[in-house]
């Protein structure tokens, strides 16, 4: 009989006798062994379980109610999810990844490798710090866990074994009410706008009835496309970076669905960054975050063909032709989802401390602005977007129109 038989809400001291627990094989040092919580998402609790001998893990611990509202409660089989995917993950893009040591679906927890060592890429960025291995890296894992996840290269009932799987229903409602119907609309009432752009966001969001059908269009694909395995939520809170190496953990949102979601993502919260650097006057750090939305972009592009050829399998998409035309719509959708992450993190519930801790009101109510502007354009023109530079000229259209 163990305490952790039956499901509960941990503390600290319970996740260090977890730990120990689970992991009999780690020679704790049973005197000092301690832990502390360090989560600072929306969902979840992370503890981090260490002693004084240089042992330590991280204990991730879904909890019934969220973090950011008592009110809203989601399945905890999300951490199930979460650790299979980086199991899986770890195959297709290894050490891009978190190594999952356990996981467990009584306690909903699993234990991970610890990653002391580097920092949340969101905070790095907002010290305007830069990362010469990025592009490269976040290039390599959307590759490999996107396109070898896909039906062009999987075994087509494999893969559906997979999307069975990755079935995640509450996680994406979360997805399809916060991202993809509220910034448009406020249904639920529940955005927060900074009150100087009240009358800007309904103007350009809340009344432009053009943008609310193309916004439409995106919400069906999210939801109707099973393309790829997604992490679901590759924000910069998503991913931790040294120097040296990146890592991508959080993957609770993973689904099968369009894998514009993901690198639309990774765009908008470089957007994010480039507009905190701009309005605390860091010139060389927006032009790193330029190059780096460029290179992210055309890195995809590039390594996307490369490993398409590799990896085809299906008959049909050897099909001249069709790799381009499969890459465009996905370029495509890599725009309208940077889009509604632009949107959904300046008006939305849950928004991003790269806008929000920009303490000047004028260069706040600025920065949304450029998010509004660039998303309206990446969403309204979504099949224009080619190439990298394509993205970084309407994020400069965007700052230009927003003075
Ligand atoms: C209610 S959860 C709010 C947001 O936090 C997560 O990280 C996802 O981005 C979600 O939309
Ligand atoms: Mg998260």
Known sequence: MSKFDKYFLMTAEDAAVYAQEKLPRIPWDKESVQAKEIGDGNLNYVFR????????????????????????????????????????????????????????????????????????????????????????????????????????????????????????????????????????????????????????????????????????????????????????????????????????FDPEFAFYGPMGYDIGNVIANLIFAWNNGHAYGKGSFCEWIVHTIEEVTDLFIQKFRIAYDRYVNDYMAKTEGFREHYLGTVLADTAAFAGTELLRRTVGMAQVKDITSIEDANKRVYAERVNILSAKKYIMNKHAYKRGADFVCTLFQAAEEAR
Do not use: W
């Open 49 to 248: 379980v260490f002693d004084d001998k240089g042992n330590s893990v991280i204990v991730k611990h879904a909890g019934e109610a969220l973090r950011i509202s008592a009110e809203m409660k989601v399945s905890t089989d999300r951490n199930r999810i979460e650790s299979e995917i980086l199991m899986l993950q770890d195959q297709y893009a290894e050490g891009l990844v978190p190594k999952i040591f356990m996981y467990d679906t009584v306690m909903c927890a699993c234990i991970m490798e610890d990653l002391s060592e580097y920092q949340l890429m969101r905070y790095a960025l907002m010290e305007h710090k830069t990362f010469p291995h990025f592009a490269e890296d976040i290039s390599t894992y959307m590759v490999n866990t996107l396109l070898r996840t896909s039906d062009v290269v999987m075994e087509h009932k494999a893969k559906k074994d997979l999307v069975k799987s990755f079935i995640n229903p509450e996680l994406c409602e979360i997805t399809e009410d916060l991202v993809l119907t509220e910034p448009f609309n406020d249904v639920n009432h529940r955005n927060k706008v900074f009150p100087p752009n009240m009358e800007f966001v309904k103007k350009e969001l809340y009344e432009d009835t053009a943008l609310h059908l193309e916004a439409a269009k995106i919400k069906f694909d999210f939801m109707n496309n099973a393309q790829a395995l997604l992490h679901g939520d590759l924000h910069t809170g998503s991913i931790f970076v040294t120097q040296e190496k990146t890592k991508v």
